[in-house]
């Protein structure tokens, strides 16, 4: 019987020999202990600890590659294969320690990584290798252009910027543009990144330009846009008086400012006072104002429909038919605490200060400019008196308090005042016809001529006495009171009489 040695020897001389592919069968160690052929029982351990499986070894001749195999026959498994310096096979077969964009090498069966190649950088440790191409290499100091310089991922960081440049940026004192510097940011279409002034949002420029300021401003909204040192200068008219295009009453002054919807030009703001009169308009009054709105103020023309209807009494008794003022005549533009002093024309008004100082020929014009003329002794007699033909307005007995005289307290409190008052401002002087203040406050003219002076100056008298006037003097019939015609005294007024009805 031969023994194992001899059977091994015999087995491999005849396969190379012969060069017959029949395979030889080896345990991994090249040892078979148990006579070179497979056992059935798998498993079943061996002396040495391996199991009991073999591996086929093909002829000689075959190249040897790295798989944990003797692929050669050579009885060296792997040979020529350095696990612990080859890159490729690095610790085990197939472990290539190529990275990309990376340099690496195998150092004692494990993988090393020995830094990026030129222009790449390792930024995110998640991914293989070196993942990011540097944008520009090789890499330098970070600038404002968009572009990730340093090759650290990011570009333009604020805290690697040099400093920005001086001496681009308009910086007037006084103006939106006053401490104005550059900054890095990316502006336009396309986009450009570059130093760009950082003007506030009051200054007009163009944000594609690094210091682009318009010469001129196009916005109106109260900034100096250009910083020049003047706001709005485009639009002159700021500023300027206007109104809602309407007259009289109805008109509604404003002035111009910027259009806020726009901003490109200006537009009438009404909202400054004065205001239109809320309520025009409305029928024409006798008071200085145009309030019917049709550019006439205070028409007295009989043929207009919408003319001021003066406040006139009808007096038709003492064998006379006539109209006459209500109250004492007083200016257009008068107030309780002012007469006024337009002459346009008289007015018959309650509750304004009468027009007094005023010669004959003043008040017999300003009659006439409305249509009437001064009353004559009759008809001023007969509206003071009555159809009755009464002393005084109010009565045949004096009362001191009853209208303005010198008995009349005109200022309530301490001593007794002789003043002017309001036309109308004693209900209660009132002469049974209607007429207020025939009596006391104003002495009036009346067209009752009584001679001249010697300078040939005409002499009329003036009825119903004022407010410092006695009792003999305020009385209806009393006409001793005479005045030169050219003589404009503050206590002498008048009231305007009429054939026609107002």
């Not at 040495?48 to 040897?64: A, F, K, L, Q, R």
């Not at 964009?101 to 030129?118: E, I, S, V, Y």
């Not at 901003?263 to 006072?273: E, H, I, Q, S, W």
């Not at 008289?346 to 300003?366: E, I, N």
Request: aromatic share 6%; with cysteine; glycine share 12%.
């Amino acid at each position: 019987m031969r023994t194992l040695p001899t059977l091994l020897l015999t087995l491999l001389f005849v396969a190379a020999a012969a060069c017959d592919p029949v395979p030889i069968y080896l345990y991994p160690d090249g040892q078979l202990p148990d006579g070179g052929l497979p056992d059935g029982d798998a498993g079943d351990p061996d002396a040495d600890g391996d199991t009991d499986v073999i591996e086929p070894c093909v002829p000689p001749g075959v190249p040897e590659v790295c798989n944990g195999r003797d692929d050669d026959c050579d009885d060296v498994i792997d040979n020529g294969f350095n696990l612990q310096e080859d890159p490729s096979n690095c610790g085990t077969c197939g472990n290539d320690c190529s990275l990309p964009n990376a340099r690496t090498d195998c150092h004692g069966g494990g993988c090393r990584f020995l830094g990026c190649l030129p222009g790449y950088a390792d930024l995110d440790p998640q991914l293989p290798g070196c993942e990011y191409a540097c944008p520009v290499y090789p890499p330098v100091a970070e600038d404002c252009n968009g572009v990730d310089d340093d090759c650290d991922g990011v570009a333009d960081e604020a805290d690697e910027l040099p400093a920005p440049p001086v001496g681009e940026c308009r910086a007037t004192p006084g103006t939106p543009c006053e401490g104005t510097v550059m900054i890095c940011a990316t502006r336009g279409t396309p986009a450009i990144t570059t130093w760009y002034c950082d003007y506030a949002a009051q200054v007009e420029f163009d944000p594609r330009v690094p210091n682009g300021i318009v010469l001129e401003e196009t916005l109106c909204d109260g900034h100096d846009g250009d910083c020049d040192g003047v706001a709005d200068e485009p639009f002159p008219d700021l500023g300027q008086g206007c109104d809602n295009g309407l007259i009289g009453a109805c008109r509604d002054p404003g002035r111009r400012v910027c259009n806020p919807l726009t901003r490109t030009d200006t537009v009438c703001d009404l909202t400054f006072p004065p205001d239109a009169d809320p309520l025009a308009p409305r029928p024409e009054t006798c008071n200085g104002a145009d309030d019917n709105c049709d550019g006439i103020v205070d028409n007295y023309d009989p043929g207009d429909p919408d003319r001021v209807i003066d406040d006139m009494v009808h007096i038709t008794h003492s064998g006379l038919d006539f109209w006459i003022y209500r109250y004492e005549a007083s200016r257009p533009d008068a107030s309780p605490s002012s007469p006024g002093a337009s002459g346009a024309r008289p007015c018959s008004m309650g509750q304004v200060l009468p027009w007094g100082a005023v010669t004959y020929a003043d008040a017999a014009a300003a009659c006439a400019r409305v249509g009437k003329r001064l009353c004559t002794a009759a008809e001023w007699q007969a509206a003071c008196a009555g159809p009755d033909g009464l002393t005084y307005p109010y009565g045949d007995t004096y009362q001191g308090e009853t209208c303005n005289g010198v008995d009349h307290d005109g200022v309530p409190g301490g001593a007794d005042d002789d003043v002017l008052l309001q036309t109308g401002a004693l209900p209660q002087c009132v002469s049974p016809d209607g007429p207020f203040d025939l009596s006391g406050n104003l002495r009036e003219w009346t067209d009752d001529l009584r001679g001249a002076t010697a300078m040939g100056d005409p002499v009329y008298v003036v009825r119903g006495g004022e407010y410092q006037t006695p009792w003999p003097g305020l009385g209806c019939a009393f006409d001793q009171s005479q005045a030169a015609a050219s003589v404009p005294l503050p206590t002498v007024g008048f009231r305007c009489c009429s054939d026609t009805a107002p």
